[in-house]
């Protein structure tokens, strides 16, 4: 374990929020260990945060104060460990402020312990694929890179905006971890194995980037998938959701002989307008990739559906690429990648009908990505509502969709987009005599997987979409996809 700019040892730590993720668990861990005195607070009952509390189940010292949060316990806490979903102007927090605690969190303790180099990636929609994608690749061409000393410093074919300049860079690597927003393992618990000539690629979201920016952090390589509304029921604009993002290139340290790395989405309007904002810093390198960058012979051998993935592997090559792996090196590694869970995943074909699971499509965008990697869907939509837009969401069904089987609040306010667009298209075509998407609302997932397997006929696409939250009726978007995977393989039985 590096030198700690944290002495938990005899302290009181408040970790504020236990959450269903694993991040509070991960924290309470990692200060155990240190030696704290942990308390939980969570506004969340103990029945909602049980498998969290069943996990910590190896440590009866900690107290939990669930249900609501105490403002005694925030003067009297050394240390406060926040949740990424709690807003930084929370007003326990500003309590714990007045009071002079350490405020901190599971994301800004990793990095400023972390001997290795940090590799970030963030987006509205696809980090997580990406994410995966790039470690995978990285993990599979693994010490084929070498020491370069003053290289020209070319993350990618893509096109780069400086002259060349000339730095010390390694492409020489031992491990490489995979970790962050995608919950596929914690952070914390895993610093004592991860050493200086590691790799760490993270799926980073926009409250971890805020939370990073208390502390002026960001990864030494920065790469932004894309930018559409999200978490608008957080940041009431879109403008203040792409501020929170853009931190992830501000806060990366510039240096000549060691430049930061900043990577954007050509095909992105906003990513472009970044691209041409800090390409003119020293110190930085700026790299822009598309998917004109994936040549036939890369594609034909990429596994995964859609012109959305297509982008996802374009960023993931742009990285790695920095590490001097080559064409024939991804396209031997890339056919053994699999989909990740709840993203595009074939859950099953039956008599001739494919079932796939994109529950983590929360946004109308994400739900749109996935209309178009099929034709002629039917799509099962709608949950929790985050005050986005679903007027671009309803014109997409209307032309691509089969059939929309919406469920959760926010099935209404679908329904109502996708007929504003049949009623527009009435009107400019009198003559139109095809009905068009059938829309359905139900009561549950279960009932519109029971509808979806009776419209369905040899050669459909059911697609669980959802371009919502899940808050409304699961615990998470990983139980929605859970319960949508056991629900299609029961139609086997």
């Not at 970044?274 to 004109?292: D, H, P």
């Amino acid at each position: 374990m590096p030198d700690r700019t944290y002495d938990f040892a005899g302290k009181t730590v408040l970790v504020m929020g236990l959450g269903r993720f694993g991040g509070g668990a991960d924290v309470t861990e990692f200060a155990i260990k240190a030696g704290a005195k942990v308390i939980i607070t969570d506004s969340a009952s103990r029945q909602q945060l049980s498998e969290s509390i069943e996990k910590l189940g190896k440590y009866p010292g900690i107290e939990y104060h669930l249900g609501r949060h105490d403002p005694t316990d925030f003067e009297k806490a050394d240390v406060v460990i926040a949740n990424p979903a709690v807003p930084g102007n929370n007003k326990f927090l500003e309590i714990a402020r007045r009071a002079n605690k350490l405020i901190t969190s599971q994301i800004n303790i990793f990095f400023e312990l972390c001997p290795a180099q940090i590799i970030g990636i963030t987006g509205a929609n696809g980090k997580s694929t990406t994410t995966a994608l790039t470690a995978h690749l990285l993990r599979g061409t693994r010490g084929k890179g070498r020491e370069t000393s003053k290289k020209h410093v070319i993350a990618s074919k893509a096109k780069q905006s400086q002259k060349k300049q000339y730095a010390i860079r390694k492409t020489q690597y031992d491990n490489v971890w995979l970790s962050g927003n995608i919950g596929n393992q914690p952070l914390l618990t895993i610093l004592d194995k991860i050493k200086p000539n590691d790799l760490v690629v993270l799926e980073l979201s926009s409250f971890q980037i805020e939370q990073l920016a208390e502390i002026h952090k960001a990864p030494k390589i920065a790469l932004l998938t894309n930018l559409t509304p999200n978490h608008l029921d957080r940041y009431g604009k879109f403008e203040n959701y792409c501020n929170a993002k853009e931190n992830i290139f501000k806060y990366q340290k510039l240096d000549k002989s060691h430049p930061a790395v900043s990577i954007f989405n050509a095909e992105d309007k906003i990513a472009a307008e970044w691209f041409e904002k800090y390409k003119k810093e020293s110190g930085r390198i700026c790299l822009q990739f598309s998917t004109k960058d994936i040549s036939e012979n890369i594609r034909s051998v990429f596994p995964l559906p859609g012109r959305a993935n297509l982008s996802n592997l374009a960023a993931a090559i742009a990285i790695v690429r920095h590490f001097d792996v080559d064409d024939e090196s991804i396209k031997n590694t890339l056919p053994e990648f699999k989909a990740l869970p709840h993203r595009l995943e074939l859950v099953e074909e039956i008599k001739g009908v494919r079932w796939y699971n994109d529950s983590k499509a929360t946004t109308p965008d994400g739900a749109i990505t996935a209309l178009e990697a099929f034709e002629q869907p039917i799509i099962i939509a709608g949950g929790y509502d985050k005050n986005l837009p679903f007027d671009e969401f309803g014109r997409k069904i209307a032309d691509k969709a089969k059939a929309a089987i919406l469920i959760g609040q926010t099935a209404p306010k679908i329904a109502e987009a996708i007929k504003n667009v049949q009623m527009s298209l009435r009107a400019k075509r009198s003559n139109l005599k095809t009905q068009g998407t059938k829309i359905e609302l139900v009561n549950s997932l279960a009932e519109a997987v029971t509808l979806a397997d009776c419209l369905a006929e040899s050669g459909d696409i059911v697609l669980l979409s959802p371009a919502c939250a899940s808050y409304d009726m699961f615990q998470n978007y990983e139980q929605r996809g859970n319960e949508f995977t056991q629900l299609v393989k029961s139609l086997k039985k």
